[in-house]
């Protein structure tokens, strides 16, 4: 195969010192981000608020030279934008070229969604408000450096950052010992610097390799789910009942709150913002592990459902779509996918048609199968089970069959 086309798909290629060159080493890595704190000294934070609002204010000025110009190609636009925004905003050279690229990354983002559909039809109000304007950036959003603008002391756990105001050195940082372990050893590319609620956090990127796969003896079977998040083959059973309550009372409390108007009010929505988020990411982490930690111990690969553009296929009643809509199905099976590769547990996708009208004993399928949410009673032989757990033996057997005829010899 391309050794272009091996790096196109994730992969590192190089080639062995002690074999022929054309002899191609590959090897699988998974690629993840890792969150740092700085810890600048006021003095330092102020700098860096400062340059955050500057790329900013230049990458606003980019995009509305390239929505003027209809140019939106990183070379293309450099010629128009590149001198300008240096000398205005005293910007380094590397810095105006991240700045540029930001700018073309956020409307070829704009033009994907657009092309997928996810900003409504063609005519539409939110998709001509979406094109009738340039895309625009907080005066705080989060600016890349590469190595010629951020360098690491890892022994020291201070880093050295380009700012406005000239280079900013031993800029202190803290995290987790894994993580701070990883990143001295696999750090790869750039990291984004980011200021959130008034914290300034770094986030670098990794490249670990992942264990190769050992051929799986069958397949653990997960239903994702609101009543229950995952469901597994095995029947174990993680109900969503403390999650939804979650997110059922922050609803409650935001819609009090932004009823008041009130400084106060504010305040707290302020305060509160992705405390859900983060509360869902936990939980979602937790039954990852979970689930990847039964399959490696009992030697088994993972079956997941493809749900991908579930939210448009299905029609539900206005109360439900917040519901539907705040299911974090694709973070869980993402969360999955990666903790698996690390583990060198096999993961396989599933199309998920009919898992639950489907008897997992006899294979017939029926919608009076499953007379309710809960429960699963075949009406041709008769079998009964939970209805989750049905699903998931059903997904586990698909992901048998799939494996079998991907990687028939």
């Known amino acids: 195969m391309d ?16 074999c022929d060159m054309n002899l191609l080493i590959v090897c699988s890595i998974v690629k993840l981000v890792v969150q740092v704190k700085l810890l600048p000294t006021p003095q330092q934070a102020a700098a860096l608020e400062a340059t955050l609002d500057a790329v900013n204010r230049a990458a606003n000025l980019v995009a509305a030279l390239a929505f003027q110009r209809r140019c939106f190609r ?15 905003f005293a910007l380094a050279a590397q810095a105006a070229q991240h700045v540029i690229k930001k700018v073309c990354d956020a409307y070829r983002t704009l033009h994907a969604h657009l092309a997928a559909g996810n900003l409504g039809r063609p005519g539409s109000r939110r998709r001509v408000k979406a094109v009738a304007k340039p895309v625009s950036f907080r005066p705080l959003a989060a ?7 951020l360098s690491w002391q890892h022994e020291a756990r201070t880093v050295s950052i380009w700012t406005i105001g000239g280079r900013l050195k ?5 995290g987790s010992e894994e993580h701070l372990a990883l990143l001295a050893a696999h750090r790869r590319g750039e990291s984004d610097l980011v200021c959130r609620d008034g914290m300034w956090f770094l986030h670098a990127t990794i490249e670990v390799p992942d ?13 994702l789910g609101i009543a229950n998040i995952a469901t597994t083959s095995d029947g174990a059973r993680r109900s969503g009942k403390g999650l939804n309550a979650v997110r059922h009372r922050h609803r ?8 008041k108007r009130t400084k106060s009010a504010k305040r707290l929505l302020k305060k509160r913002r992705r405390a859900e988020a983060r509360f869902a990411a936990g939980t979602n982490h937790v039954i990852a592990k979970q689930i990847v930690t039964e399959a490696e111990r009992t030697g088994r690969g993972i079956a997941l459902e493809d749900l991908q553009g579930i939210r448009e296929r299905v029609r539900l009643r206005k109360p439900q779509r917040v519901t539907l809509h705040a299911w974090s199905f ?32 006899c294979g017939h399928v ?9 429960t699963f009673s075949c009406t041709s032989c008769g079998f009964a089970e939970h209805a989750d757990v049905n699903a998931a033996r059903n997904i586990a057997s698909r992901g048998e069959t799939g494996w079998a005829v991907s990687h028939a010899a």
Not at 253 to 259: H, I, K, N, S
Not at 330 to 356: E, M, N
Request: hydrophobic share 35%; aromatic share 8%; proline share 6%.
């Open 143 to 149: 600016q890349p450096y590469d190595d010629r603008c």
């Open 74 to 88: 990183n070379f293309d636009l450099r010629r128009h934008a590149y001198d300008q925004i240096k000398a205005e």
């Open 330 to 361: 694709h973070q869980l099976g993402s969360f999955i996918s990666y903790k698996a590769a690390r583990a060198g547990v096999a993961v396989i996708h599933v199309d998920p048609s009919y898992t639950s009208q489907q008897c997992s004993a």
């Open 170 to 174: 031993g800029v202190a940082f803290t």
């Open 211 to 223: 264990v190769p796969a050992a051929a799986p003896e069958g397949f653990l079977g997960v239903d």
């Open 3 to 18: 050794r272009k086309l091996l790096a196109q798909r994730g992969y590192r290629v190089r080639v062995s010192p002690r």
């Open 366 to 374: 029926d919608r009076r199968n499953r007379p309710n949410q809960e």
């Open 252 to 259: 409650r409390l935001r819609r009090r709150l932004q009823a």
